[in-house]
């Protein structure tokens, strides 16, 4: 079981608006850990997509954005593209652990 | 282009041991802290451990601490990490990657290695 809590799966049409949720702890995003998030596509390693809660990486488009507030942050997905289907991550740091804790990841599939 | 090469992977027998290595260009290793992260199909993503540019700090996710060790050679622009006492539960894809900073974010990552541990 994964210290950040994301839903299994998220869904959306071309076109459609998804977000998905990351949910941590006093530990971790609760105790203001910056929260990053990486995009997985099938076969391939994971590639930062959003850093520092709400930072884009260069080459990475405005549908993509990320929030964070309390112990939760959230990855929306504007205009969705059939090339966005993949796995999403989220990670943190805690101080319990003394370390980088991911998410257990969130599947989104374009219908 | 900052490139990640890892190798070493295979197959291991529980109670083995393995070393993984990464292979850096494109950016000051020596001036980077560098992390692995495993994968595994059930348990998701995994930090494992990670080292200063410096190679003066080192760090380690509970699971892997006193089993693994985590090196460098700045020389060779060169990532290691050394994984004894294998168990199955440490079957997984291993990836090197780049910290942004201490425990900070990972950009970029290696294609990874798949590390087997059975029987």
């Known amino acids: 079981q994964s210290v950040l809590t994301q839903p299994l799966s998220v869904s959306g049409a071309p076109g459609q608006r998804v977000t998905m949720s990351c949910t941590g702890s006093s530990s971790n995003i609760g105790a203001g850990y910056d929260v990053h998030w990486y995009q997985q596509l099938p076969g391939t390693a994971p590639k930062l997509l959003i850093y520092s809660n709400s930072n884009r990486p260069s080459g990475v488009p405005d549908r993509f954005s990320g929030s964070k507030s309390g112990t939760s942050a959230s990855l929306a997905i504007t205009g969705l593209q059939a090339e966005d289907e993949a796995d999403y991550y989220c990670q943190s740091y805690d101080s319990s652990l003394s370390g980088v804790v991911f998410g257990g990841g969130t599947k989104l599939t374009v219908l | ?119």
């Open chain 2, 1 to 119: 282009e900052v490139q990640l090469l890892e190798s070493g992977g295979g197959l291991v027998q529980p109670g083995g041991s393995l070393r993984l290595s990464c292979a850096a260009s494109g950016f000051t290793f020596s001036s980077s802290a560098m992390s692995w992260v495993r994968q595994t199909p059930g348990k998701g993503l995994e930090w494992v451990s990670a080292i200063s540019g410096s190679a003066g700090s080192t760090y380690y996710a509970d699971s892997v601490k006193g089993r693994f060790t985590i090196s460098r050679d700045n020389s060779k622009n060169t990532l290691y990490l050394q994984m004894n006492s294998l168990r199955a539960e440490d079957t997984a894809v291993y990836y090197c990657a780049k910290d942004k900073g201490y425990f900070d974010r990972f950009d970029p990552w290696g294609q990874g290695t798949l590390v087997t541990v059975s029987s």
